[in-house]
């Protein structure tokens, strides 16, 4: 019954949104009444109580501001779309620097060149010369292990290493190692803690969360709360910290096939119980701020779900910080454009974080929907208070500006021993012991060890997504200043104590080493890219396997030290391993991986295996949902194992490495009845590309409008006016895995209809990136088709693997275009990997 409830109060808040958008931005709109929260959603008693000075202060202020310059509050855009012109101009109440953004867009911007931005954005923000505010401005940043985007910061490990330490005081460490190092550079703001509960390893933000258990979650979310902020009764938000951002509220590590920026479909029950658990732990440590998710739950979109975002967080949890929404989040509300959203406004959203050039029309469309009606100004006076007490409580109208505060200018504080101490140790203990036959481990150091696999001098790899650039690509070891690939720690300390080490990519070597530790694992990725659909290492590309046996085949033992986001079906890798280390994602300080791994001088362990599993070890590559507590759920290795030195190796060399059903599935729907997820219907003519996003879509020389076929609007009809090359185009706006349906039986399906001549080349495409496009001219097939009556249209995928398509990094699933004028309906796509009809040949 929960489940029937939750769906049906989504519904209703969907419908009511989208009454909302057709009603229009001019027409005055009751909004919808609040909803007494369920019960299950608790009542906290929040540390931060609120000041009547500060209240009253606030009251006295905004009585002074205009409409203009409180939506201006609820403005946040990125750097590399605004001026210090435009802060002088429009007083926004903050803005960001996303993944890969740097000052003066120079990646090696030093720490003085990111004050030095800070500093005049602030100058600008309370200068009242154009826009008559003095309401300082506060910077955002993704700090999310460690000042990452800084060249020479300290990065610690990715937040799943950190749950296998399972240690919420050195979480509370790192962060205030954190909040040093970006005070140090003018910045008064994180975007941390993720406090995701991950239930599909699928989903490619798995590194970003702490454990599949919520109760280290909620524990972890106080922790960097208190580390970043301060505790709420000693130096809160004081000198040393910044303001904290408890995230992505909610939801977002619960999407059906660990879908990026999907849909949680899931009871409310298990809303609380599972995935809000971090905001219990995150508000009562005085969180200030939340971020909204991506995510829908049970099809609404959380951006716009006034129940929860207003009756839940604010109302029944007491929350009086403010809503921050995602990168333009708030455009994907049904109705909604990135520059157009009065739905976010009135569900809840405070802010609206509006990178590129957006930000302009949709503050100016605000005003209107103020002015209108559209937007209550009760709504808009909540959101600004709410925004400014987070900064009186922050102290940004008293502290010194950006560049004169106490830690301001510190360049020694980014990348400083102590931080680096503290992320060594922070590696030491999240380092998971899987195998180690024959007590194999810990080293003697005074060996010939070859050091070899593609992650072993390689502290881009070891660091994985959100470092220096958004995805974590194009990143060499110079780009780590201080920092320590895994290779120099054990390099360092093997000769210390008199043995050799010799660095290979490939597993050669000059003289036969005594052992050989081999590291290889995930290449780098942030969210979208990193999604997969499922959780065999390197399928189809056995390249580190091969490696290990090519080892073992010459009588070497091999150690492997596996780099990764989330637990793999890594079967024949371990079969071919005497001991294996799952290493995560470690971060700038690889030394700590030495610590454990080597021995003393007298044979001892320096630092024993602290880490246990925080999510649970596949045992084939379709076992890719985490169930903590399900008796039918029978894992390779449990949630919270993990070897101590001594203990008995439980794996052996006899592991299957049947990848059983390697597939995982054997149908994806593309369009059935509407786009399906994570697929987007676009249209492109010319140069130009539009998202459809209602029934009626025009770009340039082509349309597209729905039409009842078996029900309502379950079909599309498409008209190219041949003026220009025009595509209709199935695609995503990440890369998709569909390695699925790599067998020689898959096929893309098409159910079309024309009407009317066909012109001589109409292509079926698809397409994984820029310079990686397939396609086959489908014109003779569909001119043979009888005129206005479905037709099944049906093409081995075989036929664009053969012109180099990578089905690991599918952008395009498939898309028609052509320069002519055609006519075509489209009632259904699919891929399918047992097809049951005749496909059609290739370069027909």
């Not at 292990?145 to 020479?152: D, E, S």
């Not at 275009?817 to 097809?835: C, E, V």
Request: with cysteine.
């Amino acid at each position: 019954m929960k489940l029937k409830t939750s769906l049906n109060r989504q519904t209703l808040l969907l419908t009511l949104t989208s009454t909302l958008v057709l009603a229009g931005c001019n027409k005055a709109v009751t909004p919808p009444e609040t909803e007494q929260p369920a019960n299950i959603w608790p009542v906290l008693n929040l540390p931060v109580a609120q000041d009547p000075n500060i209240e009253q202060a606030i009251t006295e202020l905004m009585a002074q501001m205009t409409l203009e310059q409180k939506i201006a509050q609820m403005i946040q855009p990125e750097i590399r779309d605004i001026t210090v012109e435009d802060m002088r101009k429009y007083g926004f109440g903050s803005y960001l620097n996303g993944g890969g953004a740097f000052p003066n867009d120079d990646k090696y911007a030093t720490p003085a060149d990111w004050t030095a931005l800070a500093e005049k954005m602030y100058q600008a923000s309370i200068d009242d010369s154009l826009d008559g505010s003095k309401i300082p401005t506060m910077w955002g940043t993704d700090a999310v292990h460690g000042h990452n985007n800084v060249i020479g910061a300290t990065i610690f490990p990715h937040n799943i290493g950190l749950g296998a330490a399972n240690n919420p005081a050195l979480i509370e460490q790192i962060a205030e190692a954190t909040a040093r190092e970006v005070m140090a550079t003018g910045i008064d703001w994180v975007f941390a803690p993720t406090v995701a509960v991950v239930r599909d390893d699928r989903w490619g933000r798995t590194y970003e969360g702490y454990a599949e258990d919520p109760t280290i979650v909620r524990n972890y979310a106080a922790a960097i709360v208190r580390g970043l902020q301060g505790a709420a009764d000693a130096d809160f938000l004081g000198d040393r910290r910044v303001i904290s951002t408890v995230k992505h509220f909610v939801g977002d590590g619960g999407t059906t096939g660990g879908i990026d920026q999907g849909n949680t479909e899931v009871s409310e029950q298990e809303l609380f119980e599972i995935h809000a658990q971090g905001y219990v732990g995150g508000l009562q440590a005085g969180a200030q701020s939340v971020m909204a998710s991506f995510n829908s739950w049970n099809g609404s979109k959380i951006h716009g779900n006034g129940y929860l975002l207003t009756d839940v967080l604010k109302k029944r949890m007491g929350f009086d910080g403010f809503i921050v929404g995602d990168w333009n989040g708030h455009g994907q509300i049904p109705g909604c454009t990135n520059d157009n959203c009065p739905q976010a406004a009135n569900a809840g959203l405070d802010i609206y974080m509006v990178p590129t050039a957006a930000w302009k029309p949709l503050y100016y469309n605000l005003i209107e929907q103020v002015k209108s009606g559209v937007i209550s100004q009760e709504r808009v006076d909540d959101a600004v208070r709410r925004i400014l007490r987070v900064k009186k409580r922050a102290g940004l109208f008293d502290k010194p500006s950006p560049a004169n505060r106490p830690l301001a200018g510190r360049i020694e504080l980014i990348g400083a021993a102590e931080h680096r101490a503290v992320a060594r140790d922070a590696v030491r203990q999240s380092l998971v012991l899987l195998k180690n036959q024959n007590n194999l481990l810990p080293l003697n150091p005074t060996q010939r060890i070859l050091v070899t696999g593609p992650g072993a001098d390689n502290i881009g790899q070891q660091s994985g997504g959100w470092t220096i650039s958004w995805q974590g690509t194009g990143n060499t070891n110079a780009d780590f200043p201080g920092g320590t690939s895994i290779y120099a720690g054990i390099q360092q300390q093997v000769s210390a104590a008199g043995g050799s080490t010799e660095l290979s990519t490939d597993g050669s070597f000059l003289q036969k080493p005594d052992v050989a530790i081999v590291v290889f694992g995930e290449e780098p990725y942030a969210e979208g890219n990193g999604d997969i659909d499922n959780l065999e290492y390197q399928r189809g590309n056995k390249a580190d396997l091969a490696l290990l046996q090519q080892l073992k085949a010459q009588g070497i033992p091999v150690v492997s030290l596996f780099i990764s986001g989330r637990g793999m079906w890594v079967n024949p890798e371990l079969n071919a391993s005497d001991a294996f280390v799952a290493v995560w994602l470690p971060g700038s300080e690889g030394a700590g991986v030495a610590d454990v791994i080597l021995a003393k001088a007298d044979g001892t362990p320096q630092y024993d295996f602290h880490g246990k599993l925080s999510f649970s070890w596949p045992a084939n590559p379709q076992q890719t949902t985490v169930n903590v507590g399900d008796a039918d759920y029978a894992p390779l290795l449990p949630f919270g194992f993990g070897l101590r030195y001594g203990e008995a190796d439980v794996l052996g060399n006899q592991l299957s490495e049947d990848a059983g059903d390697a597939a995982g599935e054997t149908e994806m729907a593309i369009f059935e009845r509407a786009p399906r997820s994570p697929w987007q219907l676009q249209l492109r003519s010319g140069t130009d590309t539009v998202t459809v996003g209602s029934s009626v879509q025009q770009l340039g020389s082509i349309s597209s409008r729905t039409f009842d076929n078996l029900v309502q609007e379950d079909a599309r009809r498409f008209e190219f006016t041949g003026e220009e090359t025009a595509s209709l185009i199935f695609g995503s706006p990440f890369p998709r895995d569909l390695r699925a349906f790599g067998s020689a039986e898959s096929v893309l399906s098409l159910t079309v209809q024309r009407h009317g001549a066909v012109p001589d080349s109409v292509l079926l495409g698809m397409q994984c990136g820029a310079d990686c496009t397939a396609s086959q001219n489908i014109a003779a097939a569909l001119a043979a088709m009888p005129e206005n009556e479905w037709q099944q249209l049906t093409l081995n995928i075989s036929c664009f693997q053969q012109q180099g398509l990578n089905l690991a990094q599918v952008f395009e699933v498939f898309s028609i275009s052509t320069s002519g004028k055609l006519q075509l309906s489209l009632s259904d796509a699919r891929i399918t990997s047992n097809a049951s009809t005749t496909a059609l040949s290739c370069d027909m």
